[in-house]
């Protein structure tokens, strides 16, 4: 079993309040950023002001690493050989 979850309840929070307000809305990265701000949000790592590159960051990456977690695999069975048990 792999763990597929890195990010922090913070970080998810963080990255989920993005994506609303960049998909449902349709704002822009600064006015994400505002937004962001005045709800009390900071960064994660130095708590400084999350600037509008900041935001672009985490949207792109988050968008990246939901896509890795949710991809599907085909199954493939090829070359199959079967052994008979002779005991």
Do not use: A, P
Not at 19 to 34: N, P, V
């Amino acid at each position: 079993m792999t763990k597929t979850s890195h990010y922090s309840n913070y970080q998810q929070q963080l990255y989920d309040e993005i994506k609303m307000l960049k998909e449902e809305y349709d704002l822009g990265y600064r006015r994400i950023s505002y937004l962001i701000y005045e709800k009390g949000y900071r960064g994660v790592r130095n708590n400084q002001v999350l600037r509008n590159n900041d935001i672009h960051s985490i949207y792109k990456k988050g968008k990246i690493r939901e896509n890795r977690i949710n991809r599907d695999f085909d199954t493939i069975i090829d070359d199959v050989i079967v052994f008979e048990n002779r005991f």
